[in-house]
Structures are given as C-alpha cells and as structure tokens.
C-alpha cells in the first residue's frame, strides 16, 4: 500500500547507554514528580528510605537471635536470651509494614497527577506546533511514539519507588554481608548478574522490534479505523474496499504476529542461558561459603545470616534488575515524549512577537515564495500584490495553481521561505502568530465538522466569547442555516455527530452553511473563504455568495477563492494565479479589456459557455462494452 515500510528503527541501544542515561530519565520523572506533587513524592522518598533502614536493622536483629540460638546449645533456657532480638523484628517488621502502606498511598496519588501532567504537556506542544510539523510524516511519527510517555511516565514512578526500595535493601543486605566477610559481597554480584543481562535483553529486543515495526502498527491502525469509520462506511461497502482493506489488514497481522513470535523465540533462548549462569554463581558462593567456615574463617551463626543476606540481597537485585528493565523500557518511552517535547518546542508557534493593528490598512506581499517541506517545486512564486482594508478580492486560477498555499500563507499557518507578508509596517514573520490568528476567520473547504452540538459548531471560532442565543441564531440566520437547525429535535442543543448515541449528520450543504455561520460569528477582520459552495445547490450557492459578500465592509477584507467565476465577477480585484505565480490581476471589466491574451476572460467565457448549453455534449458510444 505503500506506507509499511520500516525505516525509523532505532536499533542503536546499548545496555550500557540504557543504563548511563537512566537516572536521568529518572530525574526527568522525578522532577515532572516535583513540579506536579512535591508532598506525594516527599512522603514517597522518605518512606522508601525508612524502608531500606528498617532492612537492615532486621538482618541485624536476625542475627543476633542466630547468635543467642547457637549459643544457647542444647540448654533451652538460654533461648530468651535470644526474645529481646525476636521483639525487635516484630517491631521492624510493623514499622515496615506502615511505611509501605504508606509510601503505596503516596505513589498511588502521584501516579495519575504524573501521567495528568505529561499529558497535558504533550496536547499542548501538540496544539502549539507549526502546520508544517503536523504535515511531516517524519515528525508525525513522533507525535505517535510520544504518545506513549505520558502513561509510562506514570509507570514510571511506579517503578522508580520499586527501583528506590530494591537499592535500598540491597545496600542493607551488603552491608551485612560485608560487615560477615567482604569475600561474600562479590559472590552477590556474581549470582544476580547473569539474570540482570538476560532481563535487559528481552526488554531491549522488544523496544527494538517495537520501534522498528511502528510505522507498520500505524498502518495497522488506520486500516482498522478505516473498516469502522463512518465516512469510509459508504465506499467499504459500494466499492468493496473492505475485502481490499481486510485483505491487507490480515497480511499485516500475519506479519506482525511472525515477529511476535521471533520475539518470544528470542526471550526464551535468553533466560534458558541466564538461568544456567545464575546457577553456575549459587554453586560457588555455596562453596565459597562452606570452605569459609570449614577454615574458621566464618561461625554458623555468621552462615545463616550470610544464607538470609544472600537470599534478601538476590532478591533485592533481582528486583531491581527488573524494575530497572521496566524502567529502561519506560525511560525509552518518556525520552520519545522528552524528545518530541524538544522538538516540539523548536518547531512551535512562537509565543510572541511584534503587536498587530486590529484592522491594518493594507496586507501587503512582497516577492512571495513558498516551498512545502519535501517538494521541488514551490507552490507560490515571487507573488506581489496589496490587499487595501475593506476590500474584496478573489483569488482564481487551475487547480494545483497556489490559492489554497497562498491563503495559508494570508492567514499565518505558514511564513514565506522568501520575500515578507506585511500587515501595515508589521513583517507577519516577526509578527505575535496568535494575535494574527484571532484577526483571520478562515473557511476551507475541508472545514471541521465538530462532534458537538449545533450552537457549539457556530461558535467554536470564538468559543471565549460569549454566545447568546440572538447572537448565535443571528449567524444561522446570515447562512441560511436556521431552517436547518429548527428541523434538528433539539435544534441548536442538537448534537451533530452520528458517531454518538443520540447524534444526528446534516447533508453536505447544510454543513457548508453551518460552516458559513461560524466564519459570520468569529467577526474578524480577514474573512478568507476557499471553495465554499462545492456542496451547494444552485440556489444555496447563489445566496452563499451574496452572503459572503455582504460580510464585506470598510473594516474587514473578504478572500474569496472559487472555481465558480460568475462569483467573483463584482469583486474589487481579482488575482490570477497559474502553477505558483501571479500571472495576472485587475477587476472583471480591466481583465476582460486585455482580451485575448486574458486567461481569466478565457477561463470565464468557458465557464460561461458550458452554462450556455443545458447538458454536456454526449460522448461518442465505445463499440465495446469493456471499462476504462
Ligand atoms: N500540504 C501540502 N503539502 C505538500 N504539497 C502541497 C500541500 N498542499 C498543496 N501542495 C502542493 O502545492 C501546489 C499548490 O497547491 P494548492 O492547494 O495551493 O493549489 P490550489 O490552486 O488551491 O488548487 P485547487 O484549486 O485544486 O484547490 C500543488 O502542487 C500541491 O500539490
């Protein structure tokens, strides 16, 4: 289909690289933990470090109630010796109890204030980005693996209060055993390191298979939003492009499940030689143990606690090994989050910039040209022209010519590669982007059909305003789209969204006239209206244009982008485009006067003759019946 390819794998990790970059991310999360909790994480830190003492002084106490036990020998009555010992572990072990409970709480309510706040962070530096970003399949990408971190991050403290928890109890356990015999700290390492390797390998591999194959899950995911969507609906079902979309959803299932299994095949293979090197290590420090005490060199006493350190202190690094694996893979997440946070911001809308006049006397371009990201070959060129306030123009030409890149580039969404669009005095490249934007009432003919109720749909351009009901029906009215609205079961409180229970779709022109309402009730002073009446009858269309130009007034520029000549026949100025420049401009009357070199007289006469003759001429029958 064109789109599964795989060229974003980031197979370049490293143990060690995961490893370096670790309490980095860590801190990343702790400080997000910081900024968002700071009591929750206090209480976390100190409760886990409670913990980790509580530890320690119990393998103590254990081995003083060793001690007393041997020492007492065969005379039972030199067991109480050993009580005062057996009291104190069950007052640590409560102590420890509490404090987990407590730590638990504490991360439990951090966690979703976490994953809130990472979430926020992303939509907002989604929302705030450049158009071209959002266009860039590269960038797009990751926008989709960042999409992750937030959860993980929550994950993440999870699993840093784990990691936190497993150090600290494994300081306690080698700290014991070092205080026993320091030959016995190594013999530690020696036991767990086999199993360290192996879980990092597992978690690696999957992170590397799950980067490599996201554009495939991507793809994945847009065939099956396809099969349920509602627009699609129709075309699936008249066009049987469900069986070519299920078709290609299977071959992609297949694919992704042989490497499911090459994955699985993988970790098996791993932890079979990782438990095999684990127990390798348990036979020597047994060994190493037993010829300690066989020379003296280590009591019984000192083997049972030695036994119990070794055991806590396993399972300590056997616990961390994999909260760290966890995290590694979490981390990995977040870093994607922290990275297109990065680049988010590099790429986003700046925040200020030079103050704009509400109603500039003229927009002015100077030598436009305008290349999108990947393209040869720009899609506006060296474009000059002046629009005075309280104007109307109208901007025609084939398709492909430029009008929809230019009227991006009138509204903001996109700054010119060369040349400058003024607004008075005021270069929009320098210019605060989000005070232009609320000047600019932008139309298109792919406007947003939005899942909410009727009313919201008018006055989402200006959702901060506020909407009253004479206001909003004043807008319906203005588009024609009242009638519409009435005829809804609980008009403008209808919400318009098929996709919910209870919701309703309008027809395509009652949408455009929707459409219409909202660009009435956003009052700005550029209205720019690209393509409106595709989905119009003629009526509808007539009027819509009438309406459109009624918006006209000595404080407001109306943009008017059409294919339907006959509309822009009473405009100010017309501009000419044609495969990216500006090829001609004047009023209808001026660029009727060059005929017959004028390609917009060409343009309209042929427009106008194809409306002279009722039908289009019928084609000559093929002698076959065979299609196309
Ligand atoms: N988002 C985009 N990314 C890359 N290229 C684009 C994008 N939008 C348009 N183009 C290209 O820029 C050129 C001008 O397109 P534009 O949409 O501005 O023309 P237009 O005159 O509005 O066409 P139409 O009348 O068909 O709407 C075309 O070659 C088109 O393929």
Known sequence: ????????????????????SLPRLVGRTV???????????ITVGVTEVGQGVATAFKLLAVNAALHAVLAAGTDVRGLRHALPAGVLLVVINSINALLASWSTSAAGSLEPKVERAASEQYLTACERVEMEAIEDGEFRELIDRAQYGANEARHMIGSSVAAINSVLSLVASGGVLLSLNPALLPMLVLIVAPRGWGVMRVAQQRYASTMSWVEHLRASRVLSNLLTSVTAALEVRVHGVGTYLLRHFKTMSHTAESEQERLARDKARTELLASALQGVGYLLTFTLMISLCLTGHMSVAAFGTAAMALNSGSAGIGALVSTMSQLHEQSLYVADLS????????????DAGLPLTERPRSISL???SFCYPGRTEPAVKEVTFTIPLGSVIALVGPNGSGKSTLVRLLSGLHLPDAGRIRWDEVDVAAADRRQLFSHVSLLTQTFERWPFTAGTNIRIGQHDRTASPEGLAASALYSGADTDIAALPREMNTLLGKQFRGGHDLSGGQWQKIGLARAHFRDACMIIVDEPTSALDPDAEQRAFEQILGLAGPDRIIVLVTHRMAAVRHVDHIFVMHEGRL?????????????????????????????EYPSVPRPARPSTSEPA
Do not use: C, N
């Open 1 to 20: 289909m064109g789109w599964s390819t795989h060229e974003y794998a980031r197979l370049d990790l490293t143990l060690w690289g995961a490893l370096k």
């Open 31 to 41: 400080a997000l933990a910081w900024r968002t909790d700071r009591r929750s994480l």
């Open 339 to 350: 990275e297109f946070l990065v680049r988010a911001q590099e790429r986003a809308i700046p």
């Open 366 to 368: 100077e030598k436009v």
């Open 583 to 611: 090829v001609e401009q004047g009023s209808h009357a001026e660029l009727f006067a060059a005929e017959p070199a004028s390609r917009y007289a060409r343009m309209y006469r042929l427009q106008a003759e194809q409306y």
